[in-house]
């Protein structure tokens, strides 16, 4: 424990590289890290109102980014770890997946996801389809997306290059099946780059921030059956798929479907579109 709070530590600095331009919110951006470091270093000497300094922390990160849209990796990866070290394993999970949609290919983003999902008590397995599609998707944590924009921009201008020549200049005949190719080719990033915006930008993902929540059958908990044998963990992740009144169905990574009420989950969506880089 003592090496992985030292190595969230240093990774704070990351966030220092990701300032609002607004002087207040910069301001106050670093106050709350700065009140983080000191609760980290607290722990570190088990003095024991190192927790409270470390939800306070917490509270302050999450307030500057939701008032001044300060929608970025290093904001978010500061905010998780801060519940992380609170043993806040749903907010957590929430806060690094907030910032592993903005950039999927930064590595310490991806470490700090599956450190968190690895804290949460029940977890839910997910089925052969979402592993297929997980599989698919995994160039996601490899490859920038604006490199397959990059790729296909090129070979689209490269394929209409080739047939111009031909038809215009003469060129040799294999201009013609060479610019098909490439033509082809060039739509494979454009398959993956509207996949990911499908399954994730477009996706109502969510995540259960409360513990202990029954997840039932039907929207009502008077009525309908629990779905599983034990309450759901803070942390679980899913898709909501439609609600009602004050419930929510989700679908969840083994392919269940079971209702649970909003006030469980929050969405990873944030509020605002606008992303401050």
């Given at each position: 424990?003592?090496?992985?709070?030292?190595?969230?530590?240093?990774?704070?600095?990351?966030?220092?590289?990701?300032?609002?331009?607004?002087?207040?919110?910069?301001?106050?951006?670093?106050?709350?890290?700065?009140?983080?470091?000191?609760?980290?270093?607290?722990?570190?000497?088990?003095?024991?109102?190192?927790?409270?300094?470390?939800?306070?922390?917490?509270?302050?990160?999450?307030?500057?980014?939701?008032?001044?849209?300060?929608?970025?990796?290093?904001?978010?990866?500061?905010?998780?770890?801060?519940?992380?070290?609170?043993?806040?394993?749903?907010?957590?999970?929430?806060?690094?997946?907030?910032?592993?949609?903005?950039?999927?290919?930064?590595?310490?983003?991806?470490?700090?996801?599956?450190?968190?999902?690895?804290?949460?008590?029940?977890?839910?397995?997910?089925?052969?389809?979402?592993?297929?599609?997980?599989?698919?998707?995994?160039?996601?944590?490899?490859?920038?997306?604006?490199?397959?924009?990059?790729?296909?921009?090129?070979?689209?201008?490269?394929?209409?290059?080739?047939?111009?020549?031909?038809?215009?200049?003469?060129?040799?005949?294999?201009?013609?099946?060479?610019?098909?190719?490439?033509?082809?080719?060039?739509?494979?990033?454009?398959?993956?780059?509207?996949?990911?915006?499908?399954?994730?930008?477009?996706?109502?993902?969510?995540?259960?921030?409360?513990?202990?929540?029954?997840?039932?059958?039907?929207?009502?908990?008077?009525?309908?059956?629990?779905?599983?044998?034990?309450?759901?963990?803070?942390?679980?992740?899913?898709?909501?798929?439609?609600?009602?009144?004050?419930?929510?169905?989700?679908?969840?990574?083994?392919?269940?479907?079971?209702?649970?009420?909003?006030?469980?989950?929050?969405?990873v969506s944030v509020s605002s579109p606008a992303q401050i880089q």
């Amino acid at each position: 424990m003592k090496t992985t709070r030292i190595s969230i530590l240093l990774i704070l600095l990351f966030a220092r590289c990701c300032w609002a331009s607004d002087t207040d919110a910069q301001h106050e951006l670093e106050s709350a890290l700065s009140k983080l470091e000191t609760g980290i270093t607290m722990l570190e000497q088990h003095e024991p109102d190192a927790r409270l300094t470390l939800r306070e922390a917490a509270a302050d990160l999450q307030r500057v980014i939701d008032a001044y849209q300060i929608h970025t990796p290093g904001a978010y990866h500061a905010l998780g770890n801060a519940y992380t070290l609170v043993g806040d394993e749903g907010r957590a999970v929430l806060a690094y997946k907030r910032g592993e949609r903005i950039a999927p290919t930064d590595p310490r983003l991806k470490d700090s996801l599956d450190m968190a999902r690895s804290q949460v008590q029940i977890k839910v397995e997910p089925d052969t389809p979402h592993r297929i599609v997980s599989l698919l998707m995994s160039w996601r944590g490899i490859v920038p997306r604006t490199l397959l924009w990059g790729i296909s921009l090129g070979l689209f201008t490269l394929a209409w290059l080739m047939l111009t020549a031909r038809v215009g200049f003469g060129a040799p005949r294999w201009f013609i099946p060479a610019a098909i190719w490439s033509l082809g080719v060039s739509l494979i990033p454009l398959v993956a780059l509207t996949t990911e915006w499908v399954l994730y930008e477009n996706a109502d993902e969510v995540v259960i921030t409360q513990a202990g929540i029954i997840a039932r059958s039907g929207p009502d908990d008077s009525i309908y059956d629990p779905v599983y044998s034990e309450p759901l963990s803070a942390g679980v992740e899913g898709t909501v798929i439609e609600n009602r009144d004050a419930w929510a169905l989700l679908e969840l990574a083994d392919g269940t479907e079971c209702w649970v009420p909003q006030e469980a989950f929050e969405p990873v969506s944030v509020s605002s579109p606008a992303q401050i880089q």
